[in-house]
T-cell receptor
Framework: GAGVSQSPSNKVTEKGKDVELRCDPISGHTALYWYRQRLGQGLEFLIYFQGNSAPDKSGLPSDRFSAERTGESVSTLTIQRTQQEDSAVYLC??????????????FGPGTRLTVL | AQSVSQHNHHVILSEAASLELGCNYSYGGTVNLFWYVQYPGQHLQLLLKYFSGDPLVKGIKGFEAEFIKSKFSFNLRKPSVQWSDTAEYFCAVKGYSSASKIIFGSGTRLSIRP
């Protein structure tokens, strides 16, 4: 079946502009995660959606970052007034049930964001 | 607090050499453990996972990992690497409670010389 998809695959923007990144999770997956991966570094957790529960926003680095999810489907990550340090690959992952102890995440291809 | 350490940032091996990538975690309870791989230009893929049972877990492409609870370790091994194993490898841990998030290590870059 279809995996996690993300769009756009690449985004180049100017400092100060807003950007919106999209994630389509695997159908039936109730959990959705956003991560940031800076060049040469590991995955930095940003936000986690589980079903209809309030999202875990504990990883968002500043109030310029926000994310929404419509039900158990598409999610958008918005970065307002982008800064050069926002340049990174933004990864989305989904899983069947984030509350399950045996939950396994499946990743999308990522969106490479470059802020000039 | 939960954490994962991958001490080898970059490993360079020749083809047919044996591989062991270290992963140590910190968590005060039962854990689930994962290794993910990211081949050049591709997205993160699950290599193998440990939930319970036999601490020696076999994954795809000849990889295996051993969970040693007393050492809080989950090292990744392969007896004979191939050039196609060139990739970034990430260890991850998730605590056994619903409130626990999966935490990733910083990754180990593996370069294989043909």
């Amino acid at each position: 079946g279809a995996g996690v998809s993300q769009s756009p695959s690449n985004k180049v923007t100017e400092k100060g502009k807003d950007v919106e990144l999209r994630c389509d999770p695997i159908s039936g997956h109730t959990a959705l995660y956003w991560y940031r991966q800076r060049l040469g570094q590991g995955l930095e957790f940003l936000i986690y959606f589980q079903g209809n529960s309030a999202p875990d926003k504990s990883g968002l680095p500043s109030d310029r970052f926000s994310a929404e999810r419509t039900g158990e489907s598409v999610s958008t990550l918005t970065i307002q007034r982008t800064q050069q340090e926002d340049s990174a690959v933004y990864l989305c992952a989904s899983s069947l049930d984030g509350d399950s102890s045996t939950d396994t995440q499946y990743f999308g291809p990522g969106t490479r964001l470059t802020v000039l | 607090a939960q954490s994962v350490s991958q001490h080898n940032h970059h490993v360079i091996l020749s083809e047919a050499a044996s591989l062991e990538l270290g992963c140590n975690y910190s968590y005060g309870g039962t854990v689930n453990l994962f290794w993910y791989v990211q081949y050049p230009g591709q997205h993160l893929q699950l290599l193998l996972k440990y939930f319970s049972g036999d601490p020696l877990v076999k994954g795809i492409k000849g990889f295996e990992a051993e969970f040693i609870k007393s050492k809080f370790s989950f090292n990744l091994r392969k007896p004979s690497v191939q050039w196609s194993d060139t990739a970034e490898y990430f260890c991850a841990v998730k605590g056994y409670s619903s409130a626990s998030k999966i935490i990733f290590g910083s990754g180990t870059r593996l370069s294989i010389r043909p």
